[in-house]
């Protein structure tokens, strides 16, 4: 262990905290590789968690299907669902656990699975720039 090495672990402990604050300022989680399966008229889950765990309950959290217009199927805000901004397709059909968002739970419930539901789902969780300074 000599004292050259001292500048590069501490570079290294630098950069692990700035992944950290790029995962805390915008980490975006697309569901698993598996699809989720689901026939008609049933309820699903769509999985999406983060790690490490944060309380999302105050955070952004965005669930989209890229290919729509609007994208949200679901916009949860400053502890609040926006259901003015979602796709009138899934109105009153998609919900996040509320219990579950402060254990960085942000799975989405999805009710009455139509046909037209099938396509690539992705979920997104954005903090303030603010709380990205905060963790350096
Ligand atoms: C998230 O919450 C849902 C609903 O309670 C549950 O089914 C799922 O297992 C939870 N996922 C994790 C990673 O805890």
Redesign the pocket.
């Known amino acids: 262990f000599s004292v050259q090495q001292m500048p590069s672990l501490h570079l290294g402990m630098k950069i692990k905290s700035l992944l950290f604050c790029l995962f805390a300022a915008q980490s975006e989680v697309i569901v698993p590789s598996q699809p989720v399966v689901s026939l008609v008229g049933e309820d699903v ?1 769509l ?1 999406c ?1 983060l790690d490490p765990v944060m309380n999302a309950f105050d955070m952004t959290v965005e669930w989209a299907r890229p290919d729509l217009n609007p994208r949200f199927i679901l916009l949860w805000r400053q502890g609040e669902e926006l259901e003015t901004k979602k796709h009138p397709s899934f109105s009153g059909r998609t919900l996040v ?1 509320i219990d ?1 968002l402060e ?1 960085g ?1 942000i ?1 989405l419930k999805l009710s009455k699975v139509k046909v037209s539901d099938e396509g690539g789902y992705k979920c997104v969780c954005i903090v303030k720039s603010l709380f990205c300074s905060a963790c350096w």
Do not use: L, Q
Request: hydrophobic share 25%; aromatic share 12%; charged share 25%.
């Open positions: 889950i999985p968690h656990f579950e254990k739970n799975s």
